[in-house]
Each structure stands twice: as C-alpha cells, then as structure tokens.
C-alpha cells in the first residue's frame, strides 16, 4: 500500500469509529517506514479533527465520538512506542493533565505523546485534576514543565487557579506552564501569568522543548 493510502486509511479508521482497522494500518505505517509522528498527526488525529467538525454540524453523535476517540487510541498504541527520542542531555520531567472538570483528553495525550517523543519524562495525572494536584506532582517530581489542557469554556477559570496554586506554593519561578485547547489564546495564557499558550500538540512540544534550556539546573534543590 501507498504511504498517503495508509495515512488516508487511518483518519478513515478513526472518523468510522474502527479500532480494529486503525491497530491493523498503524501497524502496517510502521512496516513501510512512515514516520509514527506523521502517522498519528496527519493520519489519526486529522480524523478526530473530521469528527470534532461532524459533531459541530450534527452530522456525529456522542457515541460516534467514543468509537473514534477509541479507535484513535487503538493506533496511537501501536506507534506510539516507535517514536523515536530525541537526544538529550538531561531528561525534563513534564507534569500534564486535563483541569478540573473536563473529561476530554484526546489533545491532552496528543501533547503528552509529542513531549515524550521530545525526550520528556511525562507524568500523566489524567483528566478532570484536582487543582491541587498538579504544585503536588511538581514538588514530589522536581517539574520542569506543567502542561494543562481545556476544551471547555466552563472549565477554564480552573486553569487560573493552576497556575495560582504555583505562586501561592511559592514554586511558580521553578517550572514553565503551558496552557491549550480550543478555547485558549495567547493572550489568555497571559492573563492568567501562564507562560505561553500554542495552537496545537506539535507547537506545543517544540516550545517546550525550547524553554527548559533557559531553567536553572539546581532550582529545585
Ligand atoms: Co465534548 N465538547 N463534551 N466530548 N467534544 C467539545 C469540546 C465542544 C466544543 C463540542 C460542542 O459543543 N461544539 C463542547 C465544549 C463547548 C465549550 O465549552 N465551548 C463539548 C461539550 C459541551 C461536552 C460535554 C459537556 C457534553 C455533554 O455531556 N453534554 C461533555 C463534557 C463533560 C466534561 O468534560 N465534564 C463532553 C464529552 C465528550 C466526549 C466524552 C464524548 C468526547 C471526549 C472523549 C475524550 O476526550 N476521551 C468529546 C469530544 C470528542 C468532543 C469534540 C467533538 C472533539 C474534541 C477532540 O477530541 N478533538 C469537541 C468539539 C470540537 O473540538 N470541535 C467537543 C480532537 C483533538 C485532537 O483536538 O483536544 O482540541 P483538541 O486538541 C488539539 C488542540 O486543542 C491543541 O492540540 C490538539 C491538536 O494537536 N491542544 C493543546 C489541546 N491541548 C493542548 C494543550 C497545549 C497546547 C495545545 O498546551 C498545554
């Protein structure tokens, strides 16, 4: 098969909801080579995108989400482990999450896989965190990186309250927050003193990436 077929074939798993048929061509992308990052962004994701747009119009339901979010999943677990790392001195650790509230977590696993794949050390808490948990999971696991993700316009004051529990723990100058999801913009970042906001799971890690060099290595001692 083709590699665009193969790609193609992945977002058409995903937007018919067919696990089966994204496990069986995430497999077959990697026997031909294609690159696990393409084949997740260009191929898996891009169908959860088609969905997000069918469900807007009505043209897709709740239940059609599930089995999309549910096959997408199928093949992010076959590529996933191939993605390469990139090299590396020091391994950051990356604390993410969904905010209180907000069981969507599609986006947020697509920004945990492509800051693993930069070389993160990912500590996952989850969706719909405790506030709290996440200056718990910085302290205990010396953060470099607090991503927070929200698709929802009801749970974004949550994000406020993140990023405050950092300065009332008096570590907000010992870790970078990023914060994302549709409704979120840079100038909301500001707002709230997180660090940046980025538009999507590549931009996101690429930034991350970046800003852990400007961290002191002894900050958390
Ligand atoms: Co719901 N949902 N949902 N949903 N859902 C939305 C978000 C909504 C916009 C649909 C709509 O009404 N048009 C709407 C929110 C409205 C609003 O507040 N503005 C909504 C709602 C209301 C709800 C419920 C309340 C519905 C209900 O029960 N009545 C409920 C939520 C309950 C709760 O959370 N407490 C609900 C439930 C669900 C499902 C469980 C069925 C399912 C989620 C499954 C799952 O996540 N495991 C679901 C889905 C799938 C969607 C839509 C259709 C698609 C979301 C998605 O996964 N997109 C969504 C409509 C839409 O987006 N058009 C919708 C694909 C994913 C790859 O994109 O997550 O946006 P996304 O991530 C992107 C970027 O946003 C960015 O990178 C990714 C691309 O690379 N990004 C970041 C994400 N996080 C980032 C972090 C960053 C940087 C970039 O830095 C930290």
Redesign the pocket.
Known sequence: MEESEIINGLTNAVVNGKKDQAVELANQALAAGIEPYKAV?EGL?KG??I???K??CKQ?F?PH??M??NA?YGGMDVLTPHMKLEGGAKRAVLV?G?AE????????N??KT?MSAMGFEAIDLG??VPIGKFTEAAIENKADVI?????????MDNMEKIVKSFTEKGIRDKVKI???????TPDYAAEIGAD?????????AKWAKEIVKDLPDNRWS
């Open positions: 962004i994701a959860m995108e969905m997000g747009e469900y807007d897709a709740m989400l599930l999309a979010s997408m993410i969904s509230g907000d069981v969507h977590d599609i986006g947020k697509l920004v492509m969706k719909d991503s927070v993700s929200t698709l929802m316009t009801s749970t990023i914060v994302g999801g549709a409704p979120i940046t906001s980025k538009p999507d799971a590549m931009e996101a």
